[in-house]
């Protein structure tokens, strides 16, 4: 099994809701931080949210509608989107590190990272 899993991406309308998940294997969830990420077309990867065993952090452009959430004994974290933007399109993935989650949302120290989910907010 890969270290870590995206599911739940789709197609959805603005306004509209979806929940993705990070399913983990291989090591303790309650000791990493889970990091997710996006990565619109032509644009640089950007962090959105990351949840440690303490904290959680979010991006500016996600806080109030965005939620992320961890269960251990699942090995699992989720993303809750709630209404979503057109510019929220994009392949989001997590990533997982024994390092903390820091609200800069940096990309560096992630040693896991899963290969992405598909999520597309259109009319």
């Known amino acids: 099994q890969l270290p870590v899993v995206e599911s739940g991406g789709g197609l959805v309308q603005p306004g509209g809701t979806l929940i993705l998940a990070c399913s983990t294997s291989?090591?303790?969830?309650?000791?990493?931080?889970i990091g997710w990420f996006r990565q619109a077309p032509g644009k640089e990867r950007e962090g959105v949210s990351c949840?440690?065993?303490?904290?959680?952090n979010y991006a500016d452009s996600v806080k109030g509608r965005f939620t992320i959430t961890r269960d251990n004994n699942r090995q699992a974290v989720y993303l809750h989107m709630t209404n979503l933007k057109p510019e929220d399109t994009g392949v989001y993935s997590c990533?997982?590190?024994?390092?903390?989650?820091?609200?800069?949302?940096?990309?560096?120290?992630?040693?896991?990272w899963g290969r992405g989910t598909q999520v597309t907010v259109s009319s």
């Open positions: 990533a997982s590190k024994r390092a903390g989650c820091w609200s800069k949302l940096s990309s560096q120290g992630y040693d896991y």
């Open positions: 291989g090591y303790l969830l309650d000791e990493h931080t």
């Open positions: 949840i440690s065993r303490v904290t959680t």
